[in-house]
């Protein structure tokens, strides 16, 4: 099997690592203008043979993924192809026929976030709290948090898009997800000119969900509430641990600290490439995922 990793910067390194750690992939290959030893690069994907590939990464900055996408799209078939998250820096329409295009939201293959979802799905569930917050200049410390790409809204940075996991799992826990309402704002003293704090009101059925993502948090914060009709979760997916308590009083502790920060990683490249695809996040539902994002930006407009 031949990769081909599209961008070379902390994640497309995360993806080239994983990827050539596989026995069955022969060669991983890299689109960036970087000089890397021991890896084959191209500065541009005209330049390669696309054809020889059978996946495709791409890694690169939000703003590029599009165009990118669309020319991999007309000039290869049969191919199967992530996109990091999110899927593109705006709402856009762009049809695939040609290839198999999936979205990078590893967190699904959080083994913690398929407990909860296995547990909504066998309650009632009435409310969800979702908060994830962190300081950007804390957030990439050996970087000038304003020259990152998430200080720029025309890189397609901002706290919206940066953190859209979150509207990605919550809508794989809860499909029928509808936003009501939100506030989207730049509001601290960060020299950036994106989004550093949103929040969003949102439904799904009976369930009413709260979220908010910040880049203004001092202490880093990754926290789910929900209320299920028998029991409560709390969930800390920085420690990896999970709280039940129920009706009674008793409570139930789950430990997933032992996975490591690249475990989901590798469970989500080897379903895409050697199972069922079954849990990863489809196009569609990536684009689904910039629907909701277009939804936020135009109630903030208004």
Request: proline share 1%; aromatic share 10%; hydrophobic share 30%.
């Given at each position: ?84 998250k999110p899927l593109f820096n705006v709402y856009k329409k762009l049809r695939i026929v040609n290839n198999k295009v999936f979205v990078a939201y590893n967190r699904r293959f959080y083994p913690i ?78 020299q950036i000119n994106s989004d550093d704090l949103c929040v969003v009101l949102a439904k799904a059925e009976n369930t009413i969900i709260n979220m908010s993502v910040d880049y203004i948090s001092k ?84």
């Open positions: 099997m031949q990769v081909l990793i599209v961008g070379y910067g902390s994640i497309g390194k995360r993806h080239h690592e994983i990827l050539s750690s596989f026995k069955e992939v022969r060669r991983c290959d890299v689109i960036t203008k970087q000089k890397l030893l021991m890896i084959k690069t191209f500065q541009t994907l005209q330049e390669c043979h696309l054809e020889k590939y059978d996946y495709i990464v791409i890694a690169s900055q939000t703003s590029l993924h599009y165009e990118q996408l669309l020319y991999i799209e007309q000039t290869t078939k049969d191919k199967i192809i992530l996109v990091e976030l398929k407990k909860i979802r296995k547990l909504c799905n066998n309650d009632t569930c009435y409310y969800v709290h979702v908060i994830t917050g962190q300081y950007l200049p804390q957030w990439r410390p050996l970087r000038d948090y304003k020259e990152s790409y998430s200080a720029k809204k025309e890189e397609g940075g901002g706290v919206l898009l940066d953190l859209s996991h979150e509207l990605d799992y919550l809508q794989w826990i809860f499909p029928s997800m509808q936003i009501i309402t939100s506030i989207d704002t730049k509001i601290s003293d960060l202490k880093f914060k990754q926290d789910i509430t929900i209320h299920l009709q028998e029991s409560s979760l709390y969930a800390d997916l920085e420690s990896m641990r999970l709280l039940q308590v129920f009706k009674d009083k008793s409570q139930k502790e789950y430990d997933f600290s032992q996975y490591s920060k690249n475990y989901s990683f590798k469970r989500m490249h080897r379903s895409l490439l050697f199972k069922t695809k079954k849990s990863c996040c489809s196009y569609e539902e990536g684009v689904k995922v910039m629907q909701y994002i277009k939804t936020i930006q135009e109630n903030h407009d208004e």
